[in-house]
T-cell receptor, first 116, second 114 residues
Framework: AQSVTQLGSHVSVSEGALVLLRCNYSSSVPPYLFWYVQYPNQGLQLLLKYTSAATLVKGINGFEAEFKKSETSFHLTKPSAHMSDAAEYFCAVSHGTSGSARQLTFGSGTQLTVLP | EPEVTQTPSHQVTQMGQEVILRCVPISNHLYFYWYRQILGQKVEFLVSFYNNEISEKSEIFDDQFSVERPDGSNFTLKIRSTKLEDSAMYFC????????????FGSGTQLSVL
């Protein structure tokens, strides 16, 4: 079975400060890992994904995440928060094999608030 | 960027009624999915669909649910005899063939069962 745990349902940062959203995964096989963002009244948009290539993954809007197998983590970071980053962020995992690769298991989400 | 379109954005129904949630996936995609998010809970996988048949489904996707691709563009989720606990945001998604291709999600249909 696979699962993800997002630490912190709400995170607040000041504009210009570092953003760090935590995600730990559990998977019995090498995982594919994803971060999705959901802006109000919109669908889930893929920020970045890890599919067993480089462990440091760069995504859209200046976000990046590092896959650390020893820590079973895939934390999302951005050096400098912008007001437009305020949204809900979801970490997700899937198996890296066909058949189950498309069944994403989501974390419970982290609501990011950016303070002026 | 191409979009997955879902209609309606909000659906209110009485308990016991049937509802059909509609989705137009991205035109060259071959895999289609439904996920749902009950208020305050995680986004949950319901079903994936490929080549006109269900390829995977979760334990949530019981006989009350069905999916269909009635024509070349639409992908529907039918819920027969809705229950109060079916109230949720339902997301449709689509993807290409490769196993590591990203899913494109629609903006969701908020279903309220009264």
């Amino acid at each position: 079975a696979q699962s993800v745990t997002q630490l912190g349902s709400h995170v607040s940062v000041s504009e210009g400060a570092l953003v760090l959203l935590r995600c730990n995964y559990s998977s019995s096989v090498p995982p594919y890992l994803f971060w999705y963002v959901q802006y109000p009244n919109q669908g889930l948009q893929l920020l970045l994904k890890y599919t067993s290539a480089a462990t440091l993954v760069k995504g859209i809007n200046g976000f990046e995440a590092e896959f650390k197998k020893s820590e079973t983590s895939f934390h999302l970071t951005k050096p400098s928060a912008h007001m437009s980053d305020a949204a809900e962020y979801f970490c997700a995992v899937s198996h890296g094999t066909s058949g189950s690769a498309r069944q994403l298991t989501f974390g419970s989400g982290t609501q990011l608030t950016v303070l002026p | 960027e191409p979009e997955v379109t879902q209609t309606p954005s909000h659906q209110v129904t009485q308990m016991g009624q049937e509802v059909i949630l509609r989705c137009v996936p991205i035109s060259n995609h071959l895999y289609f999915y439904w996920y749902r998010q009950i208020l305050g809970q995680k986004v949950e996988f319901l079903v994936s669909f490929y080549n006109n048949e269900i390829s995977e489904k979760s334990e949530i996707f019981d006989d009350q649910f069905s999916v269909e691709r009635p024509d070349g563009s639409n992908f529907t989720l039918k819920i027969r005899s809705t229950k109060l606990e079916d109230s949720a945001m339902y997301f449709c998604a689509s993807s290409g063939v490769a196993t590591n291709e990203k899913l494109f999600f629609g903006s969701g249909t908020q279903l309220s069962v009264l």
